[in-house]
């Protein structure tokens, strides 16, 4: 890779990458993310590659290895290019059909492309598919068509051309003025407005400061961002230095969990790359005194240091715990410095506003920035979108759009014709919002009014066959385990509201576990340090609040209303039974008898029975019933 040492040699590049390059030239997108890796995307590459190869047609057609375009439901992913050919689930035995009938003879696979379930008809085309259609794709879209490893694709779409227009039209002051016009808010769970941040850290006195990228987010769903680090690296970068121009830091981290070794692997090589071109290092695209570079730093993935104060103790070796923030991070931060810390939607959002324009940005989302850099929710927001949803993924939505349209225009609505439930969002310590909210504003305000956050973009759908104590108690299980234990309230707090739902959930709560559970949760909300232990109580507060009968139904009636707590349920043998025996071969504990071809002589021994659920998934005749108010 040439040294790039002037904006001028920068377009000149650009201009040779682009002329060089057919735009009309067919080349086939696979989704390489690490959702596709269980189903062997690597191998398809291989394959297509050598496919393409055995037929003559490795020098007129590319296979390019991308990151997640977002439907991961669907995986692994095939796009050809130019024509937009979308075909999912292929497998790397499809790949010669694929080039046999679809790039030799133009013809389609049917049995691989997108069946509308609303509809019945199958789609073709990419832009068609209502996983797609409905969204807004201004952060995810270049992931179908960029190799994350290779800097030309990134230079070859108007990469780092933000950063040349910043630096050769914009003052640093400039530049924060533009941010805070835009309404940029932290992706990462806070909402902060990007711009008061980079202020504030700019005035900060001191010669040194630091930027930081979050990429380990604490939540270890927020794959949004795993996902961007994984497919368009460098437009990361391109925000930190930019950042980095603004608020006058020579040196950024990004701070990355170990456990993303596709996303750590692939912004270290960006990061190689951009410094062997010269857009890190001395003199940045020939501007003098501006000097910026960048090191990964892996973390341990503890879900705490997704907090600033305890990211920053593990990059400087100690111990991830949080601190009080009397003195906030943008005054003293990393190493007692000035330091400024987005996480990785945001430093992505960056490119686009400086190139794009303030006034684009602020025509997205909901509310009025013009005057106030809380005054709204700007922009375009990635969610994983998961649960009992029939098509889950990554959705790139704008800001204010409602749920039912996220959950039901783009997620195809709930999976297995169940009713819907709840959506939880925020990740791990959001809130649970029912029915009642579907057409509720999606935005960080409206959210957090109704109980629940935005967090850095988690989105789980419940249907009918969740218990909402069950499921408040599963998070405040990973939440107690994540604790750091340096608060009391934090520490001790998650440990009794599991004991609590613990005991609600097995049949052994008395009248005063709602009031003492509802008490401790407002006490661990108030009284710890960071905002783990601060929001943890979110799960509960919200299912108290708006399922708060499903908890009364435990402990009142000793029944689990979605026939999910074992020790409140009981399987039985119904007279639909045939005797096809079905149920007696699968059970794993010989906790069934019977005679074949005798339905009424099959019975389950209820002292065998640990309520596994295989007789009742595996019966095809409704025959197995499950009944609750009974304790064992």
Not at 531 to 538: H, I, P, R
Request: charge should be negative; hydrophobic fraction near 35%; proline fraction near 4%.
């Amino acid at each position: 890779m040439q040294q790039i040492r002037s904006m001028k040699e920068l377009e000149s590049f650009r201009e040779g990458l682009v002329k060089g390059r057919d735009p009309d030239r067919k080349f086939i997108s696979v989704c390489t993310g690490t959702g596709c890796q269980a189903y062997k995307c690597d191998d398809l590459v291989a394959n297509l590659r050598a496919e393409i190869k055995r037929v003559g047609l490795d020098a007129e057609i590319e296979t390019k290895a991308t990151g997640c375009p977002g439907f991961c439901e669907r995986g692994t992913l095939v796009t050809i290019y130019p024509e937009k050919i979308f075909y999912q689930r292929v497998r790397p035995e499809h790949a010669t059909e694929i080039v046999e009938r679809t790039l030799v003879k133009g013809e389609i696979v049917e049995e691989l492309l997108f069946v509308d379930d609303a509809t019945g008809k199958t789609i073709v085309n990419e832009d068609d598919v209502p996983f797609y259609k409905q969204q807004q794709q201004e952060l995810l879209g270049p992931n179908r068509i960029l190799d994350p490893t290779s800097l030309d694709d990134y230079l070859a779409i108007g990469g780092y051309g933000a950063l040349s227009k910043v630096l050769n039209e914009l003052k640093p002051d400039d530049v924060i003025d533009q941010i805070t016009a835009s309404g940029l808010r932290g992706r990462g769970g806070g909402g902060f407005p990007a711009g008061v941040k980079w202020r504030t850290c700019r005035d900060a006195p001191g010669d040194i400061r630091y930027v930081i990228c979050n990429a380990d987010e604490g939540d270890p769903g927020a794959f949004m961002d795993r996902c961007l680090l994984e497919a368009n690296p460098h437009s990361i970068l391109e925000g930190m230095i930019i950042g980095a121009y603004a608020i006058g830091a020579a040196e950024g981290y990004v701070y990355v969990r170990n456990e993303y070794p596709v996303a750590a692997a692939n912004v270290g090589l960006a990061v190689d790359k951009a410094r062997e071109a010269g857009l890190l290092g001395k003199n940045i695209l020939g501007k003098k005194g501006f000097d910026f570079d960048v090191e990964i730093i892996r973390g341990g993935g503890a879900f705490v240091c997704g907090e600033s104060t305890a990211l920053m103790a593990s990059i400087e070796g100690f111990v991830g715990e949080p601190r009080a923030k009397h003195i906030h991070t943008v005054e003293q931060g990393l190493n007692d410095k000035p330091t400024n810390l987005n996480n990785v939607e945001t430093w992505a959002n960056v490119p686009l506003i400086m190139n794009k324009g303030v006034d684009w940005f602020t025509a997205i989302g909901t509310g009025d920035v013009s005057e106030n850099p809380w005054g709204g929710s700007k922009g375009t927001k990635i969610f994983s979108l998961v649960g009992k949803v029939k098509n889950t993924g990554l959705v790139e939505v704008p800001m204010g759009i409602t749920l039912r349209k996220i959950i039901y225009d783009i997620g195809g609505g709930v999976s297995d014709g169940k009713k819907f439930k709840g959506v939880q969002t925020g990740g791990p310590s959001g809130g649970c919002l029912p029915e009642a909210f579907l057409d509720q504003p999606v935005d960080f305000d409206e959210l957090t009014k109704a109980g629940s956050m935005m967090g850095s973009g988690g989105m789980i759908v419940l249907d009918e066959d969740t218990c909402m104590v069950d499921f408040a108690r599963y998070f405040l299980n990973f939440l107690r385990d994540e604790s750091c234990g340096k608060c009391t309230s934090c520490r001790e707090g998650l440990e009794q509201m599991y004991q609590l739902t613990d005991d609600i959930c097995e049949g052994r709560a008395g009248p005063d576990h709602l009031g003492l559970l509802n008490e401790l949760a407002e006490v661990v909300k108030d009284a710890s340090l960071c905002a783990l232990g601060q929001t943890a109580a979110n799960p509960v507060l919200s299912t108290l609040r708006y399922y708060r009968d499903e908890y009364e139904a435990h402990i009142y009636r000793r029944e689990c209303p979605a026939k999910v707590c074992k020790p409140l349920i009981r399987f039985s043998i119904n007279s639909e039974c045939n005797g096809c025996n079905l149920c007696l071969r699968n059970c794993p504990y010989d906790a069934i008898t019977g005679e074949k071809k005798k339905g009424d002589t099959y019975k389950i021994d209820q002292e065998k029975c640990t309520q596994c659920r295989i007789c009742f998934e595996s019966c095809k005749f409704d025959a197995v019933s499950i009944d609750t108010g009974v304790m064992r």
